[in-house]
């Protein structure tokens, strides 16, 4: 019987995270070099990844991490991307799927979601089928050649709260603003990265390929204090989360610590979704 410890290493391993410069990316690459694996930053904006990467090594002094670019609305860019990770690291263990289009409510994107339902651009539409659908498609359909090789490997696809409920339009309005909305498309893409989970979970069954979703409730990037009121009240803590807090339940879904559980959602959202 392994020690609980044992089950929680990382050590000689090879994972790849696409959006791996993102708020939550950026985290969990951390997170999983601290943990023994070697790490494959991947991201469209290339510069940032190997930011991301060169931070990781400076903290591990040690190689552990290379910055990758990659558009994965592109598959030709995709197969780039994995053999790229191969080369570096000789194996691939781990896939996690954090590239998305994300309608963000911070300071930064003040006033940028305003298209209502009956008016929302079919392009938009179809610009987040592919990053955040067809993207994520492409990307399990790449890392799991390498995984058959190896008889083993876990794909964590990060979802949303919003593929479980529907947004609540009234965490987004401001008295005297123009009125915002969440768009469409998160809801039913993020629903459709479950879909796609369970799918690929029972398709490799009888294998070691695992694949599970991560669902993260919203997280804290300086909100401005109405935003953070509003969220904070629909949740059962009464908080936004902090950026490492969904770093634990990814780790425990790259790692063997659930080599019992494929097919199945892991949602971290502080209540939201018990109400």
Request: glycine share 10%.
């Amino acid at each position: 019987m392994t020690d609980i410890h044992t089950k929680f290493d990382l050590t000689g391993r090879a994972a790849l995270v696409t959006g791996g410069a993102g708020l939550l990316g950026k985290e969990f690459c951390r997170t999983l070099v601290e943990a023994g694996a070697q790490v494959a930053v991947a991201d469209i904006n290339g510069e940032a990844a190997g930011c991301v990467a060169d931070s990781l090594n400076a903290a591990a002094s040690k190689q552990a991490a290379t910055g990758v670019q990659v558009d994965v609305t592109d598959p030709e860019s995709v197969r780039r991307m994995f053999a790229s990770a191969v080369k570096a690291f000789g194996r691939l263990d781990v896939l996690v799927n954090s590239a998305a289009l994300d309608p963000k409510f911070d300071p930064e994107h003040s006033g940028a979601h305003t298209n209502s339902f009956e008016a929302y651009p079919l392009e938009s539409w179809n610009q987040a089928l592919n990053v955040n659908l067809t993207g994520m498609f492409l990307c399990c359909q790449a890392a799991v050649r390498p995984m058959l090789d190896q008889g083993k490997g876990a794909i964590v696809n990060i979802c949303s709260t919003y593929g479980l409920v529907g947004p609540d339009q009234r965490i987004y309005q401001r008295d005297g603003k123009q009125v915002q909305y969440k768009p469409v498309y998160y809801s039913v893409t993020k629903a459709g990265v479950l879909g796609l989970t369970r799918y690929l979970a029972t398709y490799y069954a009888g294998t070691e390929i695992r694949a599970n979703a991560l669902t993260p409730g919203g997280v804290y990037n300086h909100h401005d204090e109405v935003f953070l009121k509003a969220y904070s009240a629909r949740t059962v803590i009464g908080r936004m989360a902090h950026g490492d807090e969904m770093n634990g339940a990814l780790l425990f879904l790259a790692s063997d610590a659930s080599s019992y559980m494929t097919g199945s959602n892991l949602v971290v959202d502080g209540g939201w979704t018990a109400w």
